[in-house]
């Protein structure tokens, strides 16, 4: 059976001895165990604000951490870029030699093949 705060208060003052306010304060503890199970369980105020700025401390770590991270693959993806433009250029340049490089006997051959049709008309 619960025990009221006042009927705790009034056994505690009628007690005749120490030994008598100690057992009444340990039962009282062991209803309030049996009552509440999960008490110890309970975060506090000063819990929650201690788990509150180590989130907050590790969210500052992650964001550094990752912003780093960001400007590394920056970084990197304009390496690469400059990279693929070159071979890009490079690519062009060839394929611009390999066009004249047909072109220009094609076109020779089409005068001489034009010429040689003016002296057959």
């Not at 039962?27 to 369980?41: G, I, K, N, T």
């Not at 390496?79 to 047909?102: C, K, N, P, Q, Y």
């Amino acid at each position: 059976m619960a025990m009221s705060k006042i009927e705790l208060y009034e056994a505690l003052t009628a007690a005749p001895d120490e030994k008598t306010r100690a057992r009444l304060i340990a039962e009282a503890f062991e209803r309030l165990e049996e009552r509440y199970p999960h008490l110890p369980d309970l975060a506090t105020q000063g819990h929650l604000r201690e788990t509150e700025l180590r989130l907050q401390q590790e969210i500052e770590q992650l964001r550094a951490e990752l912003k780093a991270d960001i400007e590394k693959l920056r970084a990197d993806l304009t390496l690469d870029i400059e990279r693929l433009r070159g071979e890009v250029r490079t690519e062009l340049a060839h394929s611009r030699v390999e066009l004249l490089r047909w072109l220009v006997p094609l076109m020779l051959a089409q005068v001489a093949a034009i010429a040689a049709l003016v002296k057959l008309l």
